[in-house]
């Protein structure tokens, strides 16, 4: 049943991302110059919507929360890796599913890319988990953790910022 449901909120997310047409090149290249926010908009929308959905079913104790460790050093790196490889294919790894889905082939060098760079990590991993993994290891944090308080208020705090930086991409015509 886990599977059917994660098969149908991945097909669920597919549908979206095609729908709202951030699996478009002139979408995938207008938020890496910073001119067309739909992308950004797109993605801080799930955002908001998984951390209020995550946190109602934890309080319901419909699921569990697991917090993953804060690495400076892979959070570093592997958030350098995901930009070099948007910037290079002009997709990211959803999208590029997205875009193989709808037919354009180019997408099938980011699925192949994450396929790879997911074989290298576990090669690599024994190496690096003393070194690289260990830079900055902050263990598990949260906004809330760390400020000693609930977790509805960082989660508040999300949502009212994802409405402001709304309007003001909106007023900016972004």
Do not use: N, T
């Given at each position: 049943m886990t599977l059917m449901f994660g098969l149908f909120t991945g097909v669920l997310f597919g549908v979206l991302l095609q729908r709202?047409?951030?699996?478009?090149?002139?979408?995938?290249l207008g938020a890496l110059l910073l001119r067309d926010m739909t992308i950004v908009k797109f993605m801080f929308s799930a955002i908001v919507t998984a951390a209020v959905l995550i946190h109602l079913f934890v309080d319901l104790d419909l699921a569990a929360l697991s917090v993953k460790a804060t690495s400076i050093g892979a959070q570093?790196?592997?958030?350098?890796?995901?930009?070099?490889?948007w910037a290079m294919l002009g997709y990211c790894p959803g999208t590029s599913w997205g875009a193989?889905?709808?037919g354009r082939y180019d997408g099938l060098w980011g699925i192949?890319?994450?396929?790879?760079?997911?074989?290298?990590?576990?090669?690599?991993?024994?190496?690096?988990?003393?070194?690289?993994?260990?830079?900055?290891?902050?263990?598990?944090?949260t906004w809330a953790s760390l400020l000693g308080i609930n977790h509805w208020i960082p989660v508040l705090v999300l949502a009212v910022g994802a409405v402001v930086l709304f309007r003001f991409f909106e007023k900016r015509g972004l």
């Open positions: 709202s047409r951030v699996l478009r090149f002139d979408k995938q570093g790196i592997g958030g350098l890796l995901f930009g070099v490889g193989f889905g709808e192949l890319g994450g396929w790879l760079g997911a074989a290298l990590y576990a090669e690599l991993y024994p190496a690096m988990k003393s070194s690289v993994l260990a830079w900055g290891d902050y263990g598990k944090l």
